[in-house]
């Protein structure tokens, strides 16, 4: 396996792989990675599609890309998928999966015309005062400090930061500049999360510092992600013969090591109750996906808050990985991500609106009709004052193809879940649907006479608690991850958000369908370049003009920190006169 960039091979199709017809393949889990890994295998690796078996431990497929209408419930959504133009694999993958809605054309054909007649931006990312607009302005208020902060973690090699936190990098300067708002609540990362988890995100989507603010950097899906992008998938694969098994749970794969050469030998899983074998053999590929950030998520409903599942490492994802992993310690260390669920957890609810009395004020935040079908708050409000740190978001309507023209889906998440909110004196875990709804209400400036009733007659609220949801931000060191495919392994492979692939980021669906082109491509040596991350990182025009965003429109003549001083006192800027340099930097405003 090898990286490339370019359209040289990325319109290219690679030539069959030697042995394919003799080969097969097991996926453990059928999440975005999983089918992703199964398309590769049947577009790029060419083999039948009966002779690929993906193993589901639930009865659905998606994963974490979830989105179903619950016949008890109601619309569930436990998360939503942020997307950008430089995903590269995952468009890769899209250009080949049909539409479901427009016959003729690909996922990524309607996902890009969407996203051309509608762009996404918002017209209010924070709120404060009860509705009111928080006023960011579009900037960052760094502080020089704050500033020279970031300069260093992003200089910083990445074995520096092995086991480093946020909190060792920054102090409250950074933490009160709308730039950590802005990050913070976009990524849900907290001050103990991964100081290298944040180094890599600043390098991989340096390119959008400029859209963070009004989050036209980001594009969505029409719907949910399940019916956008899993159900899709799931109807290539079964277009071509691939059978994926429900309701199945793998609980270990065993390996002959020799050496350095590994060896998947045998799958058990369970099944209605009763163990079984499957027995492997050098031309079976294994893939799992290993973790999962959904694992062991538990529901309420309007009249009951979910109940946090304080047993850490529970769920079949990680016992499977932690037998995984004692049999090699180059099978990466489970317990750095699942052990510290205090951590990890945050919660997420679903709210549908039921009459037209909530829909106002949803309109009066987002200034948008959220009935038109097009872009409603264009990504996540925050509302800055909220001791949840509640942030809520409402995409294009309806979310759901069932849902009905008179209601809207709301997503509301808070990454604060252990503090009394402003409104219900008690902490969001223990909140039950209606009691977040009238927290919600009371932040978009709802009469709080009011609230109670319209929180009991006007919406239905599905909490969710995910003990695991930020589990790959957990800091860590090299191994604790998995490499894609471990040092000697003939015919296995670890896929999804805890395999170690070079410089991406986690939480992404690129990231799970980045490491499934790896893996596929690895196993099966298939002669086509995996699209590179994108450099932007190494680009001095993408550099220059994501300084000058940070600056808020300061001159580097304005700035005191040593370096730059050096840079622009006159000597050096005479130096530089009548220059490409000099050029760039008048283009972007920084001289």
């Given at each position: 396996m090898y990286y490339s960039n370019g359209n040289y091979e990325a319109f290219a199709r690679p030539e069959k792989p030697k042995g394919v017809d003799k080969k097969s393949a097991y996926l453990v889990g059928s999440g975005l990675a999983s089918l992703a890994a199964a398309c590769f295998l049947v577009r790029d690796g060419q083999m039948q599609g009966d002779r690929i078996h993906i193993l589901e431990e639930t009865g659905i497929s998606g994963g974490a890309c979830d989105g179903i209408k619950d016949i008890h419930k109601g619309f569930i959504i436990r998360g939503g998928?942020?997307?950008?133009?430089?995903?590269?694999c995952l468009w890769d993958l899209f250009r080949s999966i049909p539409s479901v809605e427009t016959e003729g054309v690909s996922v990524l054909d309607e996902f890009y015309w969407l996203n051309k007649h509608d762009p996404n931006y918002s017209l209010m990312r924070a709120s404060v005062n009860r509705g009111e607009d928080a006023q960011t302005g579009g900037k960052f208020t760094l502080s020089e400090k704050a500033s020279m902060e970031i300069v260093k973690l992003f200089m910083t090699r990445d074995e520096n930061l092995y086991d480093k936190i946020i909190d060792d990098f920054f102090d409250d300067d950074f933490y009160a500049?709308?730039?950590?708002?802005?990050?913070?609540?976009?990524?849900?990362?907290?001050?103990?999360?991964?100081?290298?988890?944040?180094k890599l995100y600043l390098q991989r989507f340096i390119h959008h510092i400029g859209g963070l603010p009004d989050f036209s950097a980001l594009k969505f899906t029409k719907y949910n992600q399940y019916e956008s992008l899993i159900l899709p998938l799931v109807k290539y694969l079964d277009a071509h013969g691939v059978s994926i098994q429900y309701d199945t749970q793998v609980t270990n794969v065993i390996f002959d090591i020799q050496g350095r050469q590994k060896i998947a030998k045998q799958i058990i899983c369970r099944q209605a109750g009763k163990e079984e074998t499957i027995d492997l053999t050098e031309d079976d590929l294994v893939f799992v996906t290993n973790g999962s950030c959904t694992e062991n998520s538990t529901f309420g409903d309007d009249e009951h808050p979910p109940v946090l599942d304080t047993n850490p490492g529970e769920g079949g994802c990680w016992h499977l990985w932690k037998n995984i992993a004692k049999q090699d310690p180059s099978f990466g260390r489970p317990e750095k991500f699942c052990t510290e669920i205090m951590a990890t957890n945050w919660e997420s609810a679903t709210v549908t609106t039921l009459d037209e009395r909530i829909p106002q004020y949803i309109q009066k935040m987002a200034r948008r009709d959220p009935f038109s079908g097009r872009v409603v708050t264009g990504g996540i409000i925050t509302v800055k004052d909220s001791n949840w740190l509640m942030s809520y978001t409402v995409n294009r309507q309806p979310h759901f193809k069932e849902q009905p023209k008179d209601q809207l889906v709301v997503w509301i998440y808070g990454l604060y879940t252990d503090v009394p909110g402003n409104f219900v004196k008690k902490?969001?875990?223990?909140?039950?649907?209606?009691?977040?709804?009238?927290?919600?209400?009371?932040?978009?400036?709802?009469?709080?006479?009011?609230?109670p009733k319209m929180a009991k007659t006007g919406a239905h609220c599905i909490p969710c608690m995910m003990p695991y949801i930020t589990a790959f931000f957990m800091p860590r060191t090299k191994g604790d991850r998995p490499k894609v495919v471990p040092d000697g392994c003939v015919?296995?492979?670890?896929?999804?958000?805890?395999?170690?692939?070079?410089?991406?980021?986690?939480?992404?669906?690129?990231?799970?369908?980045?490491?499934?082109?790896?893996?596929?491509?690895?196993?099966?040596?298939?002669?086509?370049?995996?699209?590179?991350?994108?450099?932007?990182?190494y680009d001095i025009r993408v550099l220059l003009d994501s300084t000058a965003k940070m600056l808020d429109g300061k001159k580097l003549t304005d700035i005191k920190l040593p370096f730059i001083a050096n840079l622009v006192e006159k000597k050096a800027l005479k130096m530089i006169s009548g220059t490409v340099l000099e050029e760039l930097l008048e283009r972007y405003k920084l001289i």
């Open positions: 998928r942020e997307m950008e133009n430089h995903f590269e500049s709308n730039f950590w708002l802005y990050w913070q609540t976009m990524f849900a990362f907290q001050k103990w999360h991964s100081a290298l988890e944040m902490p969001m875990k223990k909140c039950t649907g209606r009691e977040i709804i009238e927290e919600w209400l009371y932040h978009m400036g709802a009469p709080e006479t009011e609230i015919n296995f492979a670890f896929i999804g958000q805890f395999a170690d692939t070079v410089r991406d980021t986690v939480f992404t669906t690129e990231y799970s369908v980045r490491t499934a082109m790896e893996a596929v491509y690895t196993l099966l040596a298939i002669d086509r370049g995996v699209p590179e991350v994108f450099a932007s990182c």
